[in-house]
Nanobody, 126 residues
């Protein structure tokens, strides 16, 4: 069974950076699209970015317009890990960041993802 574990969340000052990791076990992630979502306090979970499986669309990635230019997503197939690099963090980036997996192609809908990690907390505050 596919398992996902996120890490890297922390308390950071505005303008700071973090790198979040989502490590996959139980199967190779080569056949899975990995998506990052976040949920701010009192708000619904929203899509942040996603990277396709390397067997689909060349493993391309996309990032939500709201964070484009500040966040990037990448993968290390040898480590079975997907990364979300967060830069120029702002207080509104605060939330629980979770990764989800689905077969092959990305989706912006969390309901399309069948496997989830437990999430990692990112807090941006001075």
């Amino acid at each position: 069974q596919l398992q996902l574990v996120e890490s890297g969340g922390d308390l950071v000052q505005p303008g700071g950076s973090l790198r979040l990791s989502c490590t996959v076990s139980g199967a190779t992630m080569n056949y899975y699209a990995l998506g990052w979502f976040r949920q701010a306090p009192g708000k619904e979970r929203e899509a942040v970015g996603c990277i396709n499986s390397i067997n689909s669309s060349g493993g391309g990635a996309n990032i939500a317009d709201s964070v484009k230019g500040r966040f990037t997503i990448s993968r290390d197939n040898a480590e079975n890990t997907v990364y979300l690099q967060l830069t120029r963090l702002q207080p509104e980036d605060t939330g629980v960041y979770s990764c989800g997996a689905r077969r092959y192609l990305c989706s912006v809908y969390q309901s399309d993802f069948g496997s989830w990690g437990q999430g990692t907390q990112v807090t941006v505050s001075s």
